[in-house]
């Protein structure tokens, strides 16, 4: 770059050797040479951790951390040694004896002199199980089981077995004497040992005192058994399990795309109601409605709400239709009183009275019965709503027919049977209290 300066400002440069095709070749050589000497990395081997490993000059790795390359003061902080004036206190290597042995054995280890206990430090979580026992008459009277075929010497090997190992099933399993008792499980001695407890516990009247442990070894079995396949399943057998919970998990996102889709769906319609009744209250729709209103009653007979509603019942879909929780993983029980989502806001705001009118808890406590019955119970006052508007509904063609019955006919008047009145709202309000 510097001859190249001064090449261009003309000035003089210092005279450089001649290339030669000598020089050329022993420069390449020394290339190839370096090169080859190299170490390479190795594949795989990241190159940091190859350049902690190996330097130019092939220098062994430390054994220890040294800060030699950071130079002479540079490195890690010269930490003075703080030496007290205070002497030593001795150490001695004493005997010591371990109080939960019955052997009388004797160890040694170092303490300091000033120490003057002998025993054990660590004698003191040495706790030992409370294995009760029984006599000839007690065994005759309540312990006496020839349903699983035990003898009362096999029990007397179980509780020595018990004592001596501390209630390890598994330990007295691989002690039990097989060539004199016969060959036992580690689930019969449970069942054994625990039937014995329950017994002498209630011959003894300590049932209060103490909390009988009750050991279900038909259980124990199933679970070892299915251990035991779910240890041994192929290759084959936990990809095919995978792609079916991977199935499962797609379903389940499905099912809430849907649910989601549900939710805007109803919040649309929601919001369409709201503005067509605000509509519907200007003054040139109602003069609208009542032209086609005129023409409708001339033309045709108007539906009336009450046969929709009876429909309703008599197929079985009025009321709430609770969805069933059935999904994996967990979940609360709270969740099943929840509403669903196809419900409009015109049934909730009737709910929502319909529980403040008759003094409902509207959360009560999440068990299983009163689950089921708060969802019969909203459900049986939806159906209770549509019933009184249907009514109002009634009342109000009736009414209605009557007087358009009397426009047509001046000077008659419609006499309605008493059978075909309707019963009062607050008659039907007091039979479903």
């Not at 426009?407 to 008659?427: D, H, R």
Request: glycine share 2%; charged share 30%.
């Amino acid at each position: 770059m510097s001859a190249d300066v001064r090449d261009i400002l003309d000035m003089e440069r210092a005279n450089t050797p001649e290339v030669t095709r000598e020089s050329f070749l022993a420069t390449k050589k020394r290339n190839f040479e370096r090169t080859k000497n190299a170490s390479r990395r190795p594949e795989g081997m990241h190159r940091e951790v190859f350049a902690l490993l190996y330097t130019d000059k092939k220098d062994a790795p430390p054994l220890l951390p040294t800060d030699t390359a950071l130079g002479i003061g540079a490195g890690y902080k010269q930490t003075k040694a703080r030496l007290g004036m205070k002497k030593v206190r001795k150490w001695e290597w004493a005997p010591f004896s371990n109080p939960a042995r019955n052997d009388s054995a004797v160890f040694h280890h170092w303490k300091r002199v000033t120490d003057n206990s002998t025993d054990y430090p660590f004698a003191k979580f040495n706790k030992q199980l409370e294995v009760p026992s029984y006599t000839m008459t007690e065994y005759n009277a309540h312990l006496r089981n020839n349903i699983n075929n035990w003898s009362k010497v096999q029990t007397d090997h179980l509780f020595d077995l018990a004592r001596r190992f501390d209630l390890r099933f598994i330990v007295m399993a691989d002690r039990w004497n097989r060539q004199q008792h016969g060959a036992k499980t580690v689930e019969e001695l449970k069942e054994r040992y625990y039937e014995v407890i329950a017994l002498l516990a209630k011959a003894k009247n300590q049932t209060s005192e103490k909390k009988v442990f009750v050991y279900d070894a038909e259980h124990e079995r199933r679970r070892k058994e299915q251990l035991e396949k779910l240890f041994k399943r192929t290759t084959q057998q936990v990809e095919e399990e995978q792609m079916l919970i991977n199935e499962m998990k797609k379903i389940e996102a499905r099912k809430k795309e849907r649910e989601r889709k549900t939710q805007d769906l109803q919040k649309l319609i929601s919001q369409a109601d709201q503005q067509n009744e605000h509509a519907s209250n200007t003054p040139s729709t109602r003069k609208y409605e009542k032209k086609l209103h005129k023409k409708k009653v001339h033309q045709q007979p108007r539906p009336s709400k009450v046969d929709s509603v009876v429909n309703a019942i008599e197929i079985g879909s009025s009321g709430i239709k609770f969805a069933d929780l059935r999904g994996s993983g967990v979940s609360l029980r709270s969740q099943k009183m929840k509403l669903p989502a196809n419900i409009g806001q015109r049934k909730v705001k009737a709910l929502e009275q319909a529980i403040q009118e008759f003094k409902v808890d509207p959360a009560p406590p999440p068990t299983e019965d009163i689950c089921t019955s708060f969802n019969e119970l909203r459900s049986d006052m939806v159906l209770l709503c549509e019933l009184r508007t249907a009514l109002s509904t009634c009342v109000y063609e009736m009414e209605s027919l009557k007087h358009q019955y009397e426009a047509a006919c001046p000077g008659k008047t419609l006499n309605i049977p008493p059978s075909l009145v309707p019963i009062k709202t607050e008659a039907l309000d007091n039979s479903t209290n």
